[in-house]
């Protein structure tokens, strides 16, 4: 018997992908997802496509039948028009077999429309790599008895209507490590060709109903590896004396562009408490120092700060800002690229922050440079509950902006010095122990552009960006297991 039963989807071109399957001599039976109705056998030369009739191909039911289906070692699934490099199958399937792992993944190349190709590195799966939408490429091979001791050990995905796979790998994880091999397995055309800044918000825009089902099957995972939080949260009180009540912090550099219309907004904000706007200027070269001295000259409330060093991140310049002796009591962020989109945002943030709070967010509408509304818009984050926000949070990407945080708290826990996922991490750390508020109501306008950060990312970062935020989950679920194992104490 040959050791391998591949998966392939009606959509991916499925003949020329089994020829390809064929002619590595390791591939025992194809399984074929087709749209109801369109089941019975296919024939590629010997090769026999068994068909799987399904309206929802990542459902639990569906992952139920192709297990039930597979009584090979090793299970293939696959992700578009694949084509894998001549030895790929029997590398991860060596892999498998001497490891012990219960999946093997892997960098490829991907096809661009116009012939050429392009590298795309992966990241390692971590203890913290959570997110239902976590990158594994176009080829998976699964350990077929991690996979069936899995569902066996830890419950059926049969219930799960569109997150099937996510349970099941979840579930999986505790059979075995996934390993990424950091080589090209494949040469693909991929069937998502947005860029980074499109992708990025898929998950917001899914069904209610996914996001519910996801966030329960994230939380029974935090739960097995005891990691689930349940409350109650604390208030944070932020006494002490500071020199005003709130600071609108704006990390810069070479926003030009920008920084002038950030800067006005931020201090067109009509609140009853004191407050300054800090401008940390990280080294600007095309002027924005410049224009930065110009308003400070006639605005008091403005503080103009460039770094003593030369090597911080966004996180680093949001702690010079923290620990600066003009600092409030709360702190409210703004980018350098965006605006307020009312006179009350900093009033609401910093209402809620002297509530007791040890975080606030806020929601914000995507817009363009003449200010008009782009798809998806309005970016509100409705997964949170209070109950279970602080869970899901370790899923998602982000809990959205503007955030609003008491100094004193990020004296204790300062933002790592980085340029991406700093908010994150500081994010998790505040819900992780404290209350927070919410405010579903759009407060702020984020321009995107061509030179916003992640409007388009090279693969090389974006594997550099996904494996950062994964990191930073590991450190935060230890964390809340060490926090959780203290109180059974």
């Known amino acids: 018997m040959k050791p391998i039963t591949a998966v392939l989807s009606i959509e991916d071109a499925p003949e020329a992908t089994a020829q390809r399957l064929a002619a590595t001599d390791l591939v025992e039976r194809i399984l074929l997802l087709v749209p109801p109705g369109q089941g019975g056998q296919r024939y590629v030369g010997r090769m026999v496509l068994d068909a799987i009739e399904t309206s929802d191909p990542g459902s639990g039911s ?6 039930e289906r597979t009584t090979t070692p090793g299970l293939l699934r696959l992700d578009g028009v694949v084509d894998p490099h001549p030895t790929a199958l029997r590398r991860m399937l060596n892999v498998i ?17 116009d012939g050429s190709t392009t590298a795309i590195p992966l990241s390692d799966y971590l203890g913290g790599s959570l997110q239902d939408t976590f990158p594994f490429g176009p080829m998976q091979l699964w350990s077929t008895s991690a996979l069936k001791r899995a569902v066996a050990t830890h419950g059926p ?3 799960r209507k569109v997150h099937g796979w996510y349970d099941a790998r979840l579930k999986a994880s505790h059979e075995g490590a996934f390993v990424r091999l950091a080589e090209p397995l494949a040469t693909t055309k991929p069937r998502d060709v947005r860029r980074s800044g499109e992708k990025v918000f898929d998950y917001l825009t899914a069904s209610r109903e996914a996001q519910i089902e996801a966030e329960g099957i994230a939380t029974e995972h935090l739960e097995r590896i005891g990691a689930r939080l349940t409350g109650p949260f604390e208030t944070y009180v932020a006494d002490g004396d500071w020199a005003v009540e709130a600071s609108v912090v704006i990390p810069v550099r070479n926003r030009i562009r920008t920084v002038r219309d950030a800067v006005r907004s931020a201090l067109s904000q009509t609140v009853d408490v004191s407050f300054n706007v ?5 080294h600007s070269t095309d002027g924005t120092t410049e224009a ?4 400070a000259a006639t605005e008091p409330r403005l503080v103009h700060v460039t770094p003593e060093r030369k090597d911080l991140g966004i996180g680093g310049c949001w702690n010079v800002a923290v620990f600066h002796p003009k600092v409030g009591r709360y702190v409210v962020q703004l980018d350098s690229d965006d605006l307020y989109q009312g006179n009350d945002t900093l009033q609401r943030m910093v209402s809620l922050l002297q509530s007791g709070c040890g975080l606030v967010v806020g929601s914000y509408t995507l817009v363009n440079m003449e200010l008009n509304e782009i798809p998806p818009g309005l970016i509100d984050h409705k997964e949170w509950t209070d109950d279970n926000g602080a869970n899901n949070a370790l899923r998602i990407g982000g809990l959205g902006a503007p955030r609003g945080y ?5 004296r204790e826990a300062p933002f790592p010095n980085a340029s991406y996922g700093e908010d994150y991490a500081a994010v998790l750390r505040a819900c992780r122990q404290y ?5 579903y109501d759009s407060l702020y ?11 388009d990312l090279p693969p090389a970062t974006k594997a550099r960006y996904q494996a950062y935020k994964d990191g930073v989950r590991t450190l935060e679920i230890a964390a809340r297991q060490r926090l959780l194992r203290q109180g059974d104490a």
């Open 97 to 113: 077999e001497g490891t012990g792992a219960a999946m093997v993944f892997g960098d490829y190349v991907a096809e661009n429309a």
């Open 278 to 282: 800090i401008v940390v200027d990280n």
């Open 406 to 410: 008491p100094t004193a708290l990020l």
């Open 292 to 295: 930065l001295r110009e308003i």
């Open 435 to 439: 209350r927070i508020g919410r405010i």
């Open 62 to 67: 569906t992952v139920h039948a192709i297990l």
């Open 445 to 455: 306008l984020c321009r995107r552009w061509e030179d916003n950060s992640d409007a």
């Open 157 to 159: 995905v049969t219930e």
